[in-house]
């Protein structure tokens, strides 16, 4: 059983920028693809971004591309999502997930991914 705890979210104006983070119960490195997942109020789920394991290739939803990067430490257990130019529709609370397989986390809004933290809020003002 994986435990995934985020922090980092918090209330900033637009165009600023914030980071997040996401530190594993265990080892992750090897095993897993880590990803971030957001649902603002009123909407489904959506895919952020994910990270491939062994310092793989990186995956992000295009409303995100060119502003966020996500990143790992695997010495640390943890996954980074840096966001930049952040603006109010980005307003959502920020999970992140964990399954072996990418699929499970970019797909499908994560649904099938195999562990959650328990979200972070991250609020944006315009």
């Known amino acids: 059983q994986v435990q995934l705890v985020e922090s980092g979210g918090g209330l900033v104006q637009a165009g600023e920028s914030l980071r997040l983070s996401c530190a594993a119960s265990?080892?992750?490195?090897?095993?897993?693809?880590m990803g971030w997942l957001r649902q603002a109020p009123g909407k489904e789920r959506e895919f952020v971004a994910a990270?491939?394991?062994?310092?793989?290739?990186?995956y992000y939803a295009d409303s995100v591309k060119g502003r966020f990067t996500i990143s790992r430490d695997n010495a640390k257990n943890t996954v980074y999502l840096q966001m930049n130019s952040l603006k109010p529709e980005d307003t959502a609370v920020y999970y992140c997930a964990a399954d072996p397989e990418l699929r499970a986390v970019i797909t499908h809004a994560g649904t099938n991914a195999r562990y959650w933290g328990q979200g972070t809020q991250v609020t944006v003002s315009s």
């Open positions: 265990e080892r992750t490195s090897s095993r897993y693809v």
């Open positions: 990270i491939s394991c062994c310092y793989g290739p990186t």
